[in-house]
Nanobody
């Protein structure tokens, strides 16, 4: 069983930045693909970014590419999402997730474990 705990959400003005963290339990963290998703009110959960096990390959949704950066520290069992130039449309609950077997994971069904989410609110 893997547990994920997100932190770092909050209220920020448009144009500002936030850094989300996701701490994972378990010894095999460095073998998993990690992803971030988000869900805005009244909308479906959507893919944001993913990073491979070694951290040398990343992939982003078009809506965040160039503004968000995903990274990981395997020694700390933690994945990060640096969010810059935030927009009101980025307002959502952000979730981190682990894909146990899939490397190129961009669908919700590719991921096996999820955190509880952290709220990000961007004011205009």
């Amino acid at each position: 069983q893997v547990q994920l705990v997100e932190s770092g959400g909050g209220l920020v003005q448009a144009g500002g930045s936030l850094r989300l963290s996701c701490a994972a339990s378990g010894r095999a963290f460095s073998t998993y693909t990690m992803g971030w998703f988000r869900q805005a009110p009244g909308k479906e959960r959507e893919f944001v970014a993913r990073i491979n096990r070694s951290g040398d390959s990343t992939y982003y949704a078009t809506s965040v590419k160039g503004r968000f950066t995903i990274s990981r520290d395997n020694a700390k069992n933690t994945v990060y999402l640096q969010m810059n130039s935030l927009k009101p449309d980025d307002t959502a609950v952000y979730y981190c997730a682990i894909a146990i077997t899939r490397t190129f994971a961009s669908r919700q069904t590719d991921y096996d474990y999820w955190g509880q989410g952290t709220q990000v609110t961007v004011s205009s």
